[in-house]
């Protein structure tokens, strides 16, 4: 590992002016490049306190020995040369966009002297005009078979057109209209390339000038009566519009953009791209990467920009360019696209109406494309073992852990505090195992105090289920002995109880003799915290007062991906390719999305509880009459006995029920509608604004 002082330029050695600079490692190879509008100031923020870095910088200038720069005049210079690094490079540490496939596109080759329609894939050619992408080479095939009819050109390769031209006989699709047949001479070259342009200009969205013709064509054509060319013109102008209707019309302005879209993690980004022209989506494509440097959102913008419009030109970059971020500084960049189209385009975020719902569509699809990445690697079965191995290695454990549970606490500023425990075995996700809990020791705010108890009512009740299954057949440890209330001497933890869990909505379970569920039978290899070393070390206090010791554990912090171990000063930093880090990522975000779940849960029925629930007897019929009779539970708390009587239905014990329980009652929170934002008054008041910011959900 290098010493970034050792490679650190000289005081003033390095220019204040845009340019380009390169890491080298101790062989030569290029392993980052990146561009700075000041050298000087970029250059200076790698060669801090390593303690001050991120993470992945901090692994690239430890990697690297050298570095080097190239002064340019603009920063859209930069921007051009950076690209050209990049993709000559194929720097380790840069951000690179893997295609998830090789998309068709329709191409024309109008290079030709008879320009053919055909799909095509991989690097574009000079000369030849492209649509699409397209999802299916199968999609492409069948908008051309529906446009031959109306613009015939010609579709065949090289050889069965040199052929045809040999023998003088054209090719099926000459002989049933489908092809103008310039291989036989039928249409001369020029009345073939324009016909090729027509049909170029049709799938480049003018399609309101030709169904127009078409159809004064049709109507001419039933006036003289001449009924069999008039019937195909209506059928041609049929099959313009079924072509029409693959893509359907997403903006009503004929608008031309790309809309980009990005869904991310902490590891890895998905980017999706769809293509609009004449306000019909043209195209889609997608590309998945793996966030091998500090990247944010605008960055991932930024290369995906230069990505996709690195090699084009003219109208292959659009006049409209939708992002979810602007890149900073935005300006070079816009140039940079205008460059390369040769007018002005504009970069912008969309902020209302169809474009911006247009824009939640793509991101839909991005996040879809980031969750299917996620699935096709979680299922190999090799990457998993090689997952759990790593994993085993870096804890030092001496067997890999065939089932880890993780464990997350969530809450609203200190409200419904609650936790959740998910189960992975063989790297797999078991869901009838998952497990919530809602904190009854204590109310308040407090992750490390919630996370031991949390613990403690895990492991209690594996040492209750071990014990009665008759599995436990030597006596505990003195510091780990259970009293008759399941209850550790001398600890101070509260006695377990059987309904501290939520009641678990899976069915089929494994159960006990007696029909009881086995809720805690079997024991983790691995426990996994949501958090640093306060939640690590909660954990294993917990464990340690049970006097469990052959269970490990360890903590995720989130924000820089550092494992935890307990006792030890320093994180184990697990290599940004490695399986086991992905792993335990996917163990921690899938506890947080199920705590968090039942979290909202809970608090969505607090705000919806009334008074009115805990009265012994009083169902939702009566109940509703009641609410419907007085408009609110404050005018019923007001009520006497002999006005409750008077609601159909309620009689005189269940009124003086009533009357005693809202009189006994807190009067309750004001109700919010969660829409809006706004307090709901009990006495019929219109809504007042909820002053309040809202707090920080965790």
Same mark, same amino acid.
């Given at each position: 590992m290098a010493d970034p002082s050792s490679y650190r330029p000289k005081p003033g050695q390095i220019p204040d002016s845009p340019g380009?600079?390169?890491?080298?490692?101790?062989?030569?190879?290029?392993?980052?490049? !990146?561009?700075?509008?000041?050298?000087?100031?970029?250059?200076?923020?790698?060669?801090?306190?390593?303690?001050?870095?991120?993470?992945?910088?901090? +692994?690239?200038?430890?990697?690297?020995?050298?570095?080097?720069?190239?002064?340019?005049?603009?920063?859209?210079?930069?921007?051009?040369? %950076?690209?050209?690094? #990049?993709?000559?490079?194929?720097?380790?540490?840069?951000?690179?966009?893997?295609?998830?496939?090789?998309?068709?596109?329709?191409?024309?080759?109008?290079?030709?002297?008879?320009?053919?329609?055909?799909?095509?894939?991989?690097?574009?050619?000079?000369?030849?005009?492209?649509?699409?992408?397209?999802?299916?080479?199968?999609? #492409?095939?069948?908008?051309?078979d529906l446009m031959l009819r109306v613009f015939p050109v010609r579709t065949c390769s090289a050889g069965v057109f040199k052929r045809s031209a040999q023998i003088g006989r054209p090719c099926l699709l000459g002989y049933i209209g489908k092809c103008s047949a310039p291989c036989v001479g039928r249409v001369s070259a020029e009345e073939h390339r324009e016909l090729a342009e027509e049909f170029c200009d049709f799938m480049a969205g003018r399609t309101g000038a030709y169904i127009r013709r078409l159809e004064r064509l049709m109507q001419e054509a039933a006036e003289e009566m001449e009924y069999e060319r008039a019937a195909r013109l209506r059928d041609d102008i049929g099959a313009l519009r079924r072509a029409m209707e693959k893509s359907a019309v997403v903006l009503a302005d004929a608008t031309d953009a790309d809309l980009i879209a990005v869904a991310e993690d902490e590891l890895e980004a998905a980017v999706q791209i769809f293509h609009v022209r004449g306000g019909r989506v043209r195209g889609q494509r997608g590309w998945v990467t793996d966030k091998v440097e500090a990247v944010t959102t605008s960055g991932l913008v930024e290369h995906a920009l230069q990505q996709l419009y690195g090699e084009e030109q003219g109208d292959a970059v659009p006049k409209e360019v939708l992002v979810p971020a602007l890149p900073e500084p935005v300006e070079p960049v816009a140039q940079w696209l205008s460059q390369r189209r040769g007018s002005q385009v504009s970069l912008r975020i969309p902020q209302r109406?169809?474009?911006?719902?247009?824009?939640?569509?793509?991101?839909?699809?991005?996040?879809?494309?980031?969750?299917?990445?996620? +699935?096709?690697?979680?299922?190999?079965?090799? @990457?998993?073992?090689?997952?759990?191995?790593?994993?085993?290695?870096?804890?030092?454990?001496?067997?890999?852990?065939?089932?880890?549970?993780?464990?997350?606490?969530?809450?609203?500023?200190?409200?419904?505090?609650? =936790?959740?425990?998910?189960? $992975?075995?063989?790297?797999?996700?078991?869901?009838?195992?998952?497990?919530?809990?809602?904190?009854?020791?204590?109310?308040?705010?407090?992750?490390?105090?919630?996370?031991?108890?949390?613990?403690?009512?895990?492991?209690?009740?594996?040492?209750?289920?071990?014990?009665?299954?008759?599995?436990?057949?030597?006596?505990?440890?003195?510091?780990?002995?259970?009293?008759?209330?399941?209850? +550790?001497?001398?600890?101070?933890?509260?006695?377990?109880?059987?309904?501290?869990?939520?009641?678990?909505?899976? =069915?089929?379970?494994?159960?006990? %003799?007696?029909?009881?569920?086995?809720?805690?039978?079997?024991?983790?290899?691995?426990?996994?915290?949501?958090? !640093?070393?306060?939640?690590?070390?909660?954990?294993?206090?917990?464990?340690?007062?049970?006097? #469990?010791?052959?269970?490990?554990?360890?903590?995720?912090?989130?924000?820089?991906?550092?494992?935890?171990?307990?006792?030890?000063?320093?994180?184990?930093?697990?290599?940004?390719?490695?399986? !086991?880090?992905?792993?335990?990522?996917?163990?921690?975000?899938?506890?947080?999305?199920?705590?968090? +779940?039942?979290?909202?849960?809970?608090?969505?029925?607090?705000?919806?509880?009334?008074?009115?629930?805990?009265?012994?007897?009083?169902?939702? @019929?009566?109940?509703?009459?009641?609410?419907?009779? $007085?408009?609110?539970?404050?005018?019923?708390?007001? =009520? @006497? #006995?002999?006005?409750?009587c008077a609601v159909p239905g309620v009689g005189r014990k269940t009124a003086e029920t009533v009357a005693a329980a809202l009189a006994g009652a807190a009067p309750t929170a004001p109700a919010v509608n969660t829409a809006t934002g706004e307090i709901i008054e009990d006495d019929g008041a219109p809504p007042v604004a909820l002053s309040a910011e809202r707090g920080q959900e965790r």
């Open positions: 380009v600079y390169k890491f080298r490692d101790e062989h030569g190879r290029v392993i980052y490049v !990146g561009k700075a509008k000041s050298l000087r100031q970029r250059l200076a923020n790698y060669f801090q306190d390593l303690a001050g870095l991120h993470p992945r910088t901090r +692994t690239m200038v430890t990697t690297a020995a050298s570095v080097e720069w190239t002064v340019v005049s603009t920063e859209v210079e930069a921007l051009q040369l %950076e690209y050209s690094w #990049i993709k000559e490079f194929d720097p380790r540490f840069n951000v690179k966009y893997r295609d998830d496939k090789s998309y068709p596109y329709l191409a024309v080759t109008l290079n030709e002297e008879f320009p053919r329609a055909q799909v095509m894939r991989g690097a574009k050619k000079k000369g030849v005009r492209y649509f699409g992408p397209y999802g299916h080479a199968w999609a #492409i095939r069948e908008t051309v109406g169809d474009k911006k719902d247009l824009m939640a569509t793509v991101g839909r699809n991005a996040q879809q494309s980031l969750a299917l990445h996620k +699935t096709k690697r979680a299922s190999d079965l090799t @990457t998993r073992s090689r997952a759990l191995e790593e994993i085993a290695e870096a804890l030092g454990l001496d067997a890999v852990p065939l089932r880890i549970e993780c464990f997350d606490i969530s809450h609203l500023q200190g409200d419904d505090v609650v =936790a959740s425990m998910v189960v $992975f075995e063989d790297g797999l996700a078991r869901k009838s195992e998952y497990r919530r809990f809602q904190i009854k020791t204590f109310q308040g705010q407090d992750d490390v105090r919630s996370m031991h108890e949390v613990i403690g009512r895990r492991f209690k009740r594996y040492l209750q289920e071990k014990q009665k299954s008759g599995e436990w057949t030597e006596e505990p440890a003195d510091d780990a002995r259970l009293d008759d209330n399941g209850v +550790t001497p001398g600890t101070g933890t509260v006695p377990v109880r059987a309904d501290a869990l939520e009641p678990d909505p899976m =069915a089929g379970r494994p159960t006990d %003799e007696d029909g009881r569920p086995k809720r805690f039978a079997y024991p983790p290899q691995l426990v996994v915290v949501d958090g !640093g070393a306060p939640q690590v070390a909660a954990a294993r206090r917990a464990l340690d007062e049970l006097g #469990i010791d052959d269970v490990a554990v360890c903590g995720l912090a989130k924000r820089l991906e550092e494992v935890w171990l307990p006792e030890d000063d320093d994180p184990v930093v697990l290599p940004r390719s490695s399986e !086991g880090l992905y792993l335990l990522q996917r163990v921690r975000d899938e506890a947080h999305r199920f705590a968090i +779940t039942y979290q909202r849960s809970k608090r969505s029925k607090r705000l919806k509880s009334s008074p009115l629930d805990a009265v012994a007897g009083l169902g939702d @019929t009566r109940r509703q009459a009641l609410l419907k009779h $007085f408009g609110s539970v404050k005018k019923l708390r007001a =009520a @006497t #006995i002999d006005e409750i």
